[in-house]
DNA sequence: CGCGGCTTTGATGTTCATCAAGTAAAGTGG
DNA sequence: CCACTTTACTTGATGAACATCAAAGCCGCG
């Protein structure tokens, strides 16, 4: 982890009409004061479950996955976000502990903002507050929406979910580096490695994928969504 | 679906509290002109997906359920809410449709807000915008919650984990009547009715559990907890 | 009384986890 | 830089968990 003391302003930042475009100056600046930007190596981890929660988060550049580890020490991935997801402004406001952890897959560049300031800002600023609710109902109803999906799928269908993923969400591109393991490909589609690597290779027997190591080429994109969508 | 007119006061509301205790007497009036009490029947659907969200609902007694069909017809219950639940807060402000439904298991009193009013009071009232976030995220906690337990658990593990939370949660009793079928049961734990039905034969025949139709009563509520945590 | 939905049990096949074993790749210390 | 260790990847064999299909009893309701 390295603080990075050449910190770019908000006002260039892409991403920040998402949440903040309707804060004035004297707001914006308070944010702005109260944040700092901070790079990770990969494979670092952020955030570790059980960590009181003190800051809002958002992702700039690089991957990060969130996950849980049960009883017997198996980790289990809830979601991967990418740039531009504020990857805990859901649990951020409950005065209490991160219940994920959080580690980087990619080198990363996050934005880390006092959580208080935040908390400031929703009180004064009414139209703040309302963006906050509107951000944190969209990121709940994408979690709904992808447990009711696995809910019907088996695991062709969900490894087809994972990759369309990846080559829509994050890479947009059909050939693209896995940025996870198989074995963290398992874990996010609740299978284990053994299967999840058998699936892959059956669809690069059948030529709908082409896999060379972590790189993945998607050769039947229209294919690939008949899978996630019908099985 | 009757509409009341007797309606009861919020100040003798055990759950006003619960969201609405850092209004002012002006606030809370605005709240009360707002709201109208329904009464639903046993079986009744108050909301159907896609259906525009324009109101704050909440209940004060019966039982609900929150669920999706898929596009085979197939129904899959996401969760069971109870009285002091607030069903659908967590995709309220997306300015949106639902993306479940909800349907009673029973018959079901519930307060319904106008969302411009609660809108307007989360701008005005920074006390109370914070209360909302605060609640939001305590919602979304319980559903990854749940979800990390699911996908840890077998057949087993996820019908104890029902049992349990009708006699804890909801009950408060070791002895109940099941409220749904025993296929919403499947629903719920993304099983199938029969093998559904068949575990909790095992239970039966196990001792742990003694059923007669809807009648549920635990026996072994300790090894229930067992099988619940380890599988 | 007959129909439809709920419940139950059994038989059978599919899907997936587990165990085992081997290769390849990547990190580690001398 | 090379030997060594660890981790990742892959395939096969086997059994457990679960879905599907079928059939029959039960119960409430028009």
Do not use: A, E, P, Q
């Given at each position: 982890m390295k603080i990075k003391n050449d910190i770019i302003s908000c006002k260039t930042c892409v991403y920040r009409t998402l949440l903040f475009g309707c804060l004035d100056d004297i707001e914006y600046k308070m944010i702005n004061n109260a944040r700092r930007e901070v790079l990770f190596h990969k494979g670092e981890k952020i955030k570790s479950e059980f960590e009181?929660?003190?800051?809002?988060?958002?992702?700039?550049?690089g991957?990060?996955?969130?996950?849980?580890?049960?009883?017997?020490?198996?980790?289990h991935i809830l979601s991967i976000n990418k740039p531009g997801d504020f990857i805990n402004l859901l649990c951020i406001f409950t005065n209490e502990t991160y219940n994920y952890s959080i580690s980087t897959l990619e080198e990363t560049l996050a934005c880390e903002v006092d959580i208080n300031v935040l908390e400031h800002l929703i009180k004064a600023n009414g139209d703040f507050a309302i963006s906050?609710?509107?951000?944190?109902g969209h990121i709940a109803g994408e979690i709904i929406e992808s447990r009711f999906e696995q809910s019907q799928q088996q695991i062709k269908g969900r490894i087809a979910s994972i990759l369309l993923f990846f080559a829509d969400q994050v890479y947009h591109r059909k050939t693209f580096e896995l940025p996870i393991t198989r074995r963290e490909f398992g874990e996010l589609i609740s299978m284990t490695t053994e299967n999840t690597i058998r699936t892959l290779s059956d669809f690069n027997n059948d030529g709908i994928i082409a896999t060379k190591g972590k790189t993945i080429n998607i050769l039947d994109y229209d294919f690939l969504w008949k899978i996630k969508v019908n099985g």
């Open positions: 009181k929660i003190n800051s809002f988060l958002y992702l700039r550049r991957l990060v996955k969130l996950y849980k580890t049960d009883h017997t020490g198996k980790d906050i609710v509107h951000r944190m």
